[in-house]
């Protein structure tokens, strides 16, 4: 029996973005992205390679404007595929956590595909870019990500002094504990909660 690719893929279109989002959890690290925001560009790309997703993104946004209604729609996006992907979620192990130091600071993502939306974000003051990126722009990213993929995210970052150091951590923790928190536990077979639901 052929196992099932656990795919999501999403397009979205509104009066100041169109996106076109393909996600392959169990995929090679690859990424394919075209968004007009490098800095985020960027940040998926560590996410990808160390979650070993394969991530194609087109996205064209008013970026006359600014980023804001680009990387919030990405988020949604995001989310939404990992939700499609994951089907009814059974079989899953749910809970993932990584932490992952870069230089000077050191990131700590923990997650629960829980079906229950909810953001935790402890991070030191950063600079106000990273580049040309507004860095107000990870956690309104990272709520949309878990608003539209039923995932309660706590993300801390309890020291650093580098605002691209920090962030980068971020991503690349959020890549690792996902991954850890999709992959399939072959000695469970229904839905990973006393409830029976998630």
């Given amino acids: 029996m052929t196992e099932r690719l656990?795919?999501?893929?999403?397009?979205?279109?509104?009066?100041?973005?169109?996106?076109?989002?393909?996600?392959?959890?169990?995929?090679?690290?690859?990424?394919?992205?075209?968004?007009?925001?490098?800095?985020?560009?960027?940040?998926?790309?560590?996410?990808?390679?160390?979650?070993?997703?394969?991530?194609?993104?087109?996205?064209d946004g008013d970026l006359e404007v600014d980023a804001h209604h680009t990387v919030e729609d990405l988020g949604i996006c995001l989310g939404q595929a990992v939700s499609l992907a994951l089907g009814d979620r059974k079989g899953i192990r749910r809970y993932g956590q990584s932490s992952i130091p870069m230089d000077e600071t050191c990131a700590s993502v923990v997650l629960d595909l829980s079906n229950r939306p909810c953001l935790v974000y402890q991070v030191p003051p950063l600079s106000e870019r990273a580049g040309q990126f507004e860095t107000e722009l990870v956690p309104e990213f990272l709520r949309a990500f878990c608003l539209h993929g039923g995932i309660t995210l706590h993300v801390q970052v309890p020291y650093g002094s580098n605002t691209h150091h920090m962030i980068e951590a971020v991503f690349k923790a959020l890549g690792r504990a996902l991954d850890q928190a999709t992959q399939l536990d072959e000695r469970r077979t229904g839905i990973p909660s006393s409830k029976g639901a998630l």
Avoid: C, Q
Wanted: charged share 25%; no cysteine.
């Fill in 6 to 59: 656990r795919r999501g893929s999403v397009h979205r279109g509104t009066n100041e973005t169109r996106i076109d989002l393909d996600l392959v959890l169990d995929g090679s690290g690859s990424a394919d992205l075209k968004t007009g925001v490098p800095f985020l560009e960027h940040m998926l790309t560590l996410f990808s390679v160390h979650g070993l997703f394969d991530l194609k993104v087109e996205a």
